[in-house]
Nanobody, 123 residues
Framework: QVQLVESGGGLVQAGGSLRLSCAVS????????MGWFRQAPGKAREFVAA????????YYADSVKGRFTISRDNAKNTVYLQMNSLKPEDTAVYYC????????????????WGQGTQVTVSS
């Protein structure tokens, strides 16, 4: 079965950059659309970005549009999230997930999730 492992989280100053990676393993993993979500303490998990299986289509939450870039390298079975101009409100645990249902923006559309990686942005 498909397994996802996030990495690349850490502590950065506001205005800084960070690159997250999601290693994907499993049969035909490159054929799935993938997404990134995040969850801050006391808040619901929210959509961040998604990418089609080919990498030709990307989708972003309004809160990160223009600052974050999602990409994938299917040869390496890896999905990335480049985060620039980070803000304290970006602080959260970031999760990657495989889409299984219709719609890119809903967590119920994803069936396989990683364990998450912590991103902390200081003022």
């Amino acid at each position: 079965q498909v397994q996802l492992v996030e990495s690349g989280g850490g502590l950065v100053q506001a205005g800084g950059s960070l690159r997250l990676s999601c290693a994907v393993s499993g049969r035909s993993s490159s054929s799935y659309d993938m997404g990134w979500f995040r969850q801050a303490p006391g808040k619901a998990r929210e959509f961040v970005a998604a990418i089609s299986w080919s990498g030709g289509s990307t989708y972003y939450a309004d809160s990160v549009k223009g600052r974050f870039t999602i990409s994938r390298d299917n040869a390496k079975n890896t999905v990335y999230l480049q985060m620039n101009s980070l803000k304290p409100e970006d602080t959260a645990v970031y999760y990657c997930a495989r889409r299984s249902g219709a719609g890119y923006y809903y967590r119920t559309s994803y069936d396989i999730w990683g364990q998450g990686t912590q991103v902390t942005v200081s003022s």
